[in-house]
Structure formats: C-alpha cells, structure tokens
C-alpha cells in the first residue's frame, strides 16, 4: 500500500470550464483514496464560482490574493496583451498578473510552509504562480497538460504575435524541463508536445462519475455543452436542426458564450429560421441540472473537434451516446458505432445521418448503455490510481 503523500494541486484561474471541473475532482480523487490534498488558485473570481463547484467546500483550499493598487493597475495592459492571442485564450485575461508574478517570485518563501511532497501544475500556466520553487525546489513535480501548447496557438502574422510565441514557447520549454512528470489528457495532445518540443509525455484521462444505475428514461432532445465562441461552431447547428425539422428531436444549447453580443447574434439567427421552437439556451445552470440533461438527452453533440471533451465523457457516466466530429479526443476512449457515431467537422450530411439515428429510442437505449458501461473504466478512482503512481516515483 502506498503511504499517503501531501499534494497540492495548481489550478487555473478560477471560472466555470471543464478544466476546473477537471482540477477541483482530481483533487478530490486524490484525498478519497488517503491523500492529503490542497488546491492552490489565484483568489480574484474565486468566490463567483463557489456555486458551482461543491468540491471547494470538501477540500483545503490555498488562495493567492491580490496585491493591493498593483492588480487593478496591471488589469487592462494584461488585456490588451492577451488580446494578441486570440479567442481560444481569451480566458487569460481573468488571470490577476500581478498576484501570479508576485507570489511566482516569492514561492520559495511560502511554498515550503506547506510542507508538499508532491505538486501537480495544471497547464503550463499554473506554475507561473510558483515558479521561483518549481525551478529550485526539491519536491515532485507533476505537470498535466489539457491542450496544445500556448506557442502553437500564439502564433501568426506581424512581430507582435511572433514576439509573444517566441517568449511562450520558451516559458513553455523551462516548465517542461524542471517537471518531474508530463502528463497529457489525451493521446493527441501528447503527440503535439511531443512534435513540438521532443518531451516524453504519458497519457491520463480525466475521470468521472457513472451512475450507480443505467438512466433509461430519454426526453428526445440533442444536447451540446461547450464554451461557444467562433472555434467552436455554434452556427452550425441550425442548419443542423433545419435539417432535423422531420425528426422529433430538439436541441438544448448550454455553456457560456464569448461575450453578450455573440449570443445574441446566435439567438438572432435561430429567430430568423424559425426554430425557437426548437432550440433552446441555457447558461449558468446548477451542477443538478446539467446531470439531469446528461441523464436524460437521446446524445451529447459536438459541432466541431475538440482535443478532449469532458462534457462527452460526463455525458457517457450518465448513458447518453456521442456524435462527435473525427480527431476529437473522446474517441481514443469510445468506438464509433457502438457508443456514438463519429463524424465529419463541417460535413452536414454526415451529422444529419448519424443524429437521425436518435431519433429511435431502442437505437438510443443500446448506445447509451454500451457507453455507460464503458464509462466505469474512466471513474475518478482509476484516475486517482494512476496519478498517484506518478506522484510517488
């Protein structure tokens, strides 16, 4: 049996994603299997999502506070910097630049008072806010990758974009050089890390949560969860559900949007199509009611690729089959055919003939119940093990 080890996890900055969802149930995962667990988050935003995420009253929490004048001072040219990037980062500008740099500087003053024996970075970003220590100090380190890298996506034309590609690919490079573990979330994003900067990266899905029974009652709608934004193709869905107009299926849209203006852009073009009737939107709704849409939608639907999908995989611990376009992660995890359908990004006929198929309950009940039983070999306690492992060498 392995001893218990002391563990804190860095977490990105706090907001409602997947990735925290992800971060806040390791941690979780961890402690329930003996291990002594903190997670360590930067404190602006963090009480907007307590709400969401009961997992922060179950774990010992470490908040990085604000540094008085200096935060809100550096608030808007962070912005602007970010800005550079584009939509796919966009989220970094919640970060509080000032607090992260400072106590980055400082780590080797108050890191060693948690008295860590291991520590898991999320992102490459994570470690900025313990730098000075990730780069001298003497404990395990493990770095978890969601995606690919910031470089990668940083780049582009003009010196300005090049300048910051350039500086985030070597951020990117000292991180993976002093950790003591890579891990990625999915094959395909270890295959990318590894193109781009030759590091030997093992490969841990996230976990989940599956029903202790099989959901059978489904309500006959397709449901989509996703951070909406132009990369992840919100339009393509009504086109899609136009498509659909001979079916009984409706569409729940869920998620949080780029800004206000894109929503309602979107809700414009659903209006202009006639089908209000038929696609609905919903935000911000309570952990409670997203389950009981996995527990109860014919199929979880992506319109584009995802690198993971943790919407699909907590779908799946609830029976609900996938459609999701080819090169998305959940496929290196769930077969085509048996458990959803794979298709073709941007191809409307191959989403039109998979997501007909739903529209049989008994078509909906075999697949839902193949991908639930599959979804028990993805439960956090296998997650859990496998960090573990990593965690004590």
Known sequence: MIPPVRVAVVSEPPRVSSCLSLILSQAL???????????VMQKRNA???????????KVNVQLLG????????????????????????DWIKSIDIASIVSHGVTSNL???????????????????????WYETGKTRRVLYLHDWPVSYFARGNGLARSKIAALAKLYESLVLARSDEVVCLTGAVSTMWKEMFDVQASTIYPGCYPSPEFPDFRKNFILCVWRWQEDTRPF???????????TSLRLIVVGSWKDNAFRLQFEREVAKEGLTDRISILSNIPWTKLIELYRTASCLLYPAVNQFGYAGLEAASQGTPLVAPRGSGLWEMFSSGREGFEVIEGNLDSYVESVEQFDDPDQVREMGYNIWK???????????RKMEKLLTG
């Open 29 to 39: 995962g961890l402690k329930e299997i003996g291990h002594d667990v903190s997670v």
């Open 47 to 57: 009480n907007r999502i307590r709400p969401f995420y009961k997992e922060l009253t």
């Open 66 to 89: 604000s540094v008085p004048l200096l935060s809100r001072l550096a608030a808007s040219p962070w912005s602007a910097c970010v800005g550079q990037i584009g939509a796919t980062y």
């Open 110 to 132: 108050w890191v060693p008072r948690l008295r860590l024996d291991a520590m898991i970075c999320h992102t490459t970003y994570s470690p900025l806010s313990v730098l000075s």
């Open 236 to 246: 393509f869905l009504i086109p899609l559900m136009k498509r659909l107009k001979k």
């Open 374 to 384: 599959r979804s028990y070999e993805y439960d956090w306690a296998c997650h859990s």
